[in-house]
């Protein structure tokens, strides 16, 4: 397989400006470069709007907003010096990556504002101001809070697509993220209430001439595919929406991960590989 093809658009997390990863964010860098990427996103996340969206790891470690807002500054000023050192060797894009929850447009649209990323990646982690993804409690207290699986699933899918017509994101980030601990996916996301708002969420993606992340971190756990799953996957290609591998990774150890198999999985279903750079969609 040509190196040349290899991209990863969401992930470079690392233990500079992560808690819940590891590792120098230059050493992943290297590591990209070392497997021969020609290009590379990072997408650290956003610091939260306020205390109360803090992660356990961020609460454990006793930061605050204030130092997550500075650290988010560390992040872009190291990562840019670190785009201009590697440019021979390297194409990197600048980037962030959401959190979706009470007041995040305002304050996304200040933090793009002020650091000019290359490219934003759209995630939601939070149905009703509750993170889903971080625990299976978390995703279960979810579960008993909106009364259902499927009245879950239908809030996460409203909620993306309202993010997704407010920010616009060049990358719109593991896609069904909510069935991260739903042994039932498969047969959920078919279920018609719910199959009907994810068509709709791919028609605004195809309308907007967004891309959506391939995301490995799933295969990075032993799970048996990534998000997103094959009958939303095949639905994207049949309305010609791209694809994009994001290793979404948290280190130095899981940089680049599965890339080469993304790659095969969307090539045999037809996807293109010739990806697009991206851009911020204002």
């Known amino acids: 397989m040509k190196t040349a093809f290899r991209i990863s658009l969401h992930g470079g997390h690392s233990g500079q400006f992560c808690s819940h990863a590891k590792d120098l964010l230059e050493d992943i860098i290297l590591r990209y470069i070392e497997l021969g990427f020609a290009k590379v996103g990072i997408s650290e996340h956003v610091p939260p709007v306020n205390d109360q969206f803090l992660f356990p790891d961020e609460k454990n ?7 997550l807002n500075k650290r988010f500054e560390d992040y872009f000023k190291k990562l ?23 007041g995040y447009v305002p304050h996304i649209k200040k933090l793009i504002s002020k650091f000019q990323p290359d490219y934003i990646v759209g995630s ?37 697509y309202e993010m997704i017509k407010a920010l616009k994101p060049f990358v719109v980030g593991h896609f069904d993220l909510i069935r991260i601990f739903d042994e039932d996916y498969e047969k959920r996301v078919l279920i018609p209430k719910i199959n009907q708002k994810i068509i709709r969420n791919l028609t605004l993606i195809k309308s907007l001439n967004l891309v959506m992340d391939f995301n490995l971190r799933p295969l990075a756990r032993g799970e048996k595919e990534p998000y997103i799953t094959g009958s939303i996957l095949k639905m994207a290609k049949e309305m010609g929406i791209t694809a994009v591998p994001g290793d979404d990774s948290h280190g130095v150890y899981q940089a680049g991960g599965h890339v080469d198999k993304a790659i095969k999985i969307l090539t045999a279903i037809g996807f293109k590989t010739q990806w697009p750079d991206p851009v911020l969609i204002t």
Do not use: P, W
């Not at 971080?134 to 409203?158: P, T």
């Open 124 to 160: 939601v982690h939070h149905v009703d101001d509750i993170c889903f993804d971080y625990s299976r409690e978390g995703y279960e207290r979810l579960v008993a809070i909106c009364g259902s699986y499927q009245a879950m699933y239908e809030k996460y899918f409203d909620r993306q």
């Open 61 to 67: 470690a006793n930061l605050t907003t204030i130092d």
């Open 80 to 102: 840019k010096a670190l785009k201009k050192k590697h440019a021979s060797k390297i194409k990197i894009f600048a980037g962030m990556e959401t959190e979706t929850y009470t």
